[in-house]
């Protein structure tokens, strides 16, 4: 079993940064990859990016290249998100998971472990 919680989040103008993290706790050495999903009002739960917990390869969704950044530290079994620029399309709950497996990393169903959620808020 793996548990996260997720910080970080917050209102923040357009154009403002925040950065989120999310701390793993339980059985973190099998855990193969993270990643970040997000779920706006109204919506489904969507990719935004993901890390590769050993090599440190990453993946984004297109909507967020450029402007985010995720990254982990090993040491203390966290995973982040530098998000920069942000936008009112922006705005959603986000969520960090973590996957035992290799996959592709952009599908809700390859991960088995999920936090909370934290509320991000972008204003125009």
């Known amino acids: 079993q793996v548990q996260l919680v997720e910080s970080g989040g917050g209102v923040v103008q357009a154009g403002a940064s925040l950065r989120l993290s999310c701390a793993a706790s339980g059985r973190t050495f099998s855990i193969y990859a993270m990643g970040w999903f997000r779920q706006a009002p109204g919506k489904e739960r969507e990719f935004v990016a993901a890390?590769?917990?050993?090599?440190?390869?990453?993946y984004y969704a297109d909507s967020v290249k450029g402007r985010f950044t995720i990254s982990r530290d090993n040491a203390k079994n966290t995973v982040y998100l530098q998000m920069n620029s942000l936008k009112p399309e922006d705005t959603a709950v986000y969520y960090c998971?973590?996957?035992?497996?290799?996959?592709?990393?952009?599908?809700?169903?390859?991960?088995?472990?999920w936090g909370q959620g934290t509320q991000v808020t972008v204003s125009s």
């Open positions: 890390i590769n917990w050993s090599g440190g390869s990453t």
């Open positions: 998971a973590a996957t035992y497996y290799r996959g592709s990393y952009f599908f809700l169903d390859e991960y088995d472990y």
